[in-house]
């Protein structure tokens, strides 16, 4: 079985930097991709960025510019580094990872970040 665990989020200042952080625990498995997705109070759950094990990245066009996602594969973690943090970033952040041949999703608990001053 597979475990996402984050950590990092917390209360920031707009302008201010957070760095989240997602390990996945487990055996036997294969992650082609990990990533972090947001969902705000009475909104949907939406993508942030994405990077494969090759390392290619997406980001979503809100953030670009702003964040940057990157990935230890020999720690199986991948980091989201958000600067310029603005109010509309305020949300909970999920880690997700496409894992084996069916990409199959897993997901993080979720990790709250409130930018406020």
């Known amino acids: 079985q597979v475990q996402l665990v984050e950590s990092g989020g917390g209360l920031v200042q707009p302008g201010g930097s957070l760095r989240l952080s997602c390990a996945a625990s487990g055996s036997g498995f294969s992650i082609n991709a990990m990533g972090w997705y947001r969902q705000a109070p009475g909104e949907q759950r939406e993508l942030v960025a994405t990077i494969t094990s090759g390392g290619s990245t997406n980001y979503a066009d809100s953030v670009k510019g702003r964040f940057t996602i990157s990935r230890d594969n020999a720690k199986n973690t991948v980091y989201l580094q958000m600067n310029s943090l603005k109010s509309e970033d305020t949300a909970v952040y999920y880690c997700?990872?496409?894992?084996?041949?069916?990409?199959?999703?897993?997901w993080g608990q979720g990790t709250q970040v409130t930018v406020s001053s």
């Open positions: 997700n990872a496409k894992i084996g041949r069916r990409w199959n999703d897993y």
